[in-house]
């Protein structure tokens, strides 16, 4: 799923960055010691795992897998690193035992749950929602495998014994998820369906009504069109043709907390993001950050695998 769900990120946290703050690190990484506010600008794979603040302070984390060990299904596949939309969370399997595990940047490690480990690398990948407070893993099935409430410190299988669900998005405020399957359902954090519908549209986000989900319209890698759908009473909207700049598409999409459409899309120096009007397709940049020289790198509210994340 290239559609991540916690754009949120970049119209919140993200604007309080500074302009560049690839350019602003010091010559070298500071290792973490003691637990203070601090808000992640991206994380970037060098030797070792890095989280970039805002402030322009370069963390290292290197208990951080970046690959797959040798006894793994696919053994040197790189390891996931992710970072809640919020830029406050950030998420990784570590190097002593395998298990996947939450923290913030200067913070103690939370196992998130001890059914997933760096055996599955490629095999099973993590979304995490804006907050930090639910990890969902998708598999190679296909379908999704644990759900993961960090608040509740409970991990829970796949909800109707059913597995072949996919993850259309998070609320924005994380109380609620959003599954495709044989109908689009809405469940709370506890598994418990909320809202039902039988559509052929594919949502790929949830607004924080819980009621309104955006479809992209069009060719997958091409997207430049949107419409919005109500899962309520299954009335779909006016496809709109987003008006990014020639040659962009869109990467990612979701709602804010404050409902607006937000949108992502690669562009020629890094990722840029945008409010879009659901009405006209008319968009109001927000941020563009230039991508780092580095081998890989992460932006807040990033799925596994975004197609800014490896170095051509």
Known sequence: MGFHTSLAALTLAGLTAAAQPATAQPATAQPATAEAPATIAYAQRTQTWEVVLTSGQVVEVPEALTVAPKDAVNEGAHAPFLISGDGRHIFYYRKKDGLFVERTVHGKERVVAKGITAYAIGEEWPFVSYDGSYVVMGTAGPGLGVFADLRTREAMGPPEKTDSWSLSGFSPDSKRLLLGGEQMVV???????????????????????????????????????????????????????????????????????????IVRSRSAKGVATYQVSPRTGAVKPLKEIERPDAAAWVLPGDDCYEPWTERK
């Open 187 to 261: 469940f709370d954090r506890a598994l418990r369906p909320r809202l039902r519908l039988k559509t052929r549209l594919e949502p790929s986000a949830l607004a924080g009504d819980s009621t309104t989900s955006a479809v992209l319209v069009g060719t997958p890698d091409k997207y430049r069109k949107v419409r919005l759908l109500n899962l309520r009473t299954g009335r779909a909207g006016t496809v709109v043709k987003v008006k990014l700049p020639r040659g962009q598409y869109i990467d990612d999409i979701d709602f804010d907390r404050s409902d607006r459409l």
